[in-house]
């Protein structure tokens, strides 16, 4: 299950990505928002951030106008690993290297034709594990310290 969630500065591209999910016949959860009204992205992303450490959704797509706001807020949640991506590489070797479960995009910074790309590519790359595998474990361990 791809939870996605969004600001309302990622709210269009958000439905293109819904869109898409439904044309490959991916199963997700909404978790909004569904309106172009103002909201604050820490609110919208916290639900999705707990799905995914709950073990309810496996992957997440989360969306404010330049992807940083929202990504920064999902990285202050235990066990998540967001990544905010504008090109193929990065949404490949964030997948490979450091077994992101979360991709960020900024709306205002990509249009939806490369964010879907770049969509594809981080849900169909594996993590290598190996070498990475110790990285991500001591990555993850930077959480615990004072």
């Given amino acids: 299950m791809i939870a996605v ?6 709210l269009s591209l958000k439905q293109e990505v819904l869109r898409h999910l439904e044309e490959k016949g991916l199963e997700y959860k909404d978790f909004g928002t569904n309106s172009p009204e103002s ?14 450490q709950r073990g309810e959704c496996d992957k997440g797509v989360i969306i404010c106008g330049t992807g940083i706001g929202i990504s920064m807020a999902a990285n ?15 949404a490949e070797f964030t997948r490979r290297h450091n ?20 969509l594809d590519i981080f849900l169909n790359t594996p993590f290598e594990g190996g070498r990475h595998a110790v ?3 001591k990555m ?5 310290l004072d």
């Fill in 76 to 90: 202050k949640m235990k066990g998540i690993r967001a990544a905010l991506c504008h090109d193929s590489f990065s």
């Fill in 39 to 52: 909201c604050d992205y820490p609110d919208i992303v916290k639900p999705l951030c707990q799905a995914i």
């Fill in 99 to 118: 077994d992101s479960n979360i991709i960020a995009f900024g709306a205002r910074v990509i249009g939806p034709g490369l964010a879907l790309q770049l």
């Fill in 135 to 137: 990285r991500v474990e």
């Fill in 140 to 144: 993850m361990a930077l959480e615990q």
């Fill in 5 to 10: 969630c969004c600001d309302h500065g990622g």
